[in-house]
């Protein structure tokens, strides 16, 4: 079976542009999450979402936005980019409830110039 | 709120060298859940294990093993006689409950070099 999908792999953009980053989940799992990793860190919760309902959001701004579609693939949205969103943005899927073991996709290296 | 440490930043070894790598948690959940995670060179983070709270059973499988200790709220990865494939970042993270749904969270991560 497939693992988590994520496109692009990687990304340029310049302050101020918007990007869109998509996610396909392992077949059977209806959870998406995303995470940011910053260069050095560990990676930080930005959203979760079960059936196409937002779960939990970490602390980032509203600049951040996502979505899940009735497939279960989702988008994270960015808008208005600063340098400081250049990072490694990792989607994970798993089955939903609290401990679920969340496997990750290979992220999508955005760089802000 | 959770917290995890890892306050190994880098550790370089020879290769067949032993090698551990601390992971320290805090939360006040009775129920929790621990992961460790591989992160090689590509980025992709690599599942590795997973401990619920309740199971304080050491864990082994093949060359990596683990050690949950509540008493010290520690939850520590061994790989023996170590590899340069297993060079790479390794993650420590714990689950915690949100109001409608869960999420991880990280420590900082340990680098680990092995050499040949």
């Known amino acids: 079976d497939a693992g988590v999908t994520q496109s692009p792999t990687h990304l340029i953009k310049t302050r101020g542009q918007h990007v869109t980053l998509r996610c396909s989940p392992i077949?059977?799992?209806?959870?998406v999450s995303w995470y940011q990793q910053v260069l050095g860190q560990g990676p930080q919760f930005i959203f979760q979402?079960?059936?196409?309902?937002?779960?939990g959001r970490g602390n980032f701004p509203d600049r951040f936005s996502a979505r899940q579609f009735p497939n279960y693939s989702s988008e994270l949205n960015v808008n208005a980019l600063l340098l400081g969103d250049s990072a490694l943005y990792l989607c994970?899927?798993?089955?939903?409830?609290?401990?679920?073991?969340?496997?990750f996709g290979p992220g999508t290296r955005l760089l802000v110039l | 709120a959770q917290k995890v440490t890892q306050a190994q930043t880098e550790i370089s070894v020879v290769e067949k060298e032993d090698v551990t790598l601390d992971c320290v948690y805090e939360t006040r959940d009775t129920t929790y859940y621990l992961f460790w995670y591989k992160q090689p060179p590509s980025g992709e983070l690599v599942f590795l294990i997973r401990?619920?709270?309740?199971?304080?059973q050491n864990e082994i499988s093949g060359r990596y093993s683990w050690n949950f200790q509540k008493s010290t709220s520690s939850f520590n990865f061994t790989i023996t006689a170590s590899q340069v494939v297993d060079s790479a970042v390794y993650f420590c993270?714990?689950?915690?409950?949100?109001?409608?749904?869960?999420?991880?969270?990280f420590g900082a991560g340990t680098i680990l070099r092995v050499k040949s």
């Open positions: 994970a899927s798993s089955q939903y409830g609290q401990g679920e073991t969340q496997y």
């Open positions: 979402y079960y059936e196409k309902e937002e779960r």
């Open positions: 993270a714990l689950s915690e409950a949100l109001e409608n749904g869960n999420k991880l969270v």
């Open positions: 401990r619920n709270s309740f199971d304080e």
């Open positions: 077949s059977g799992h209806k959870s």
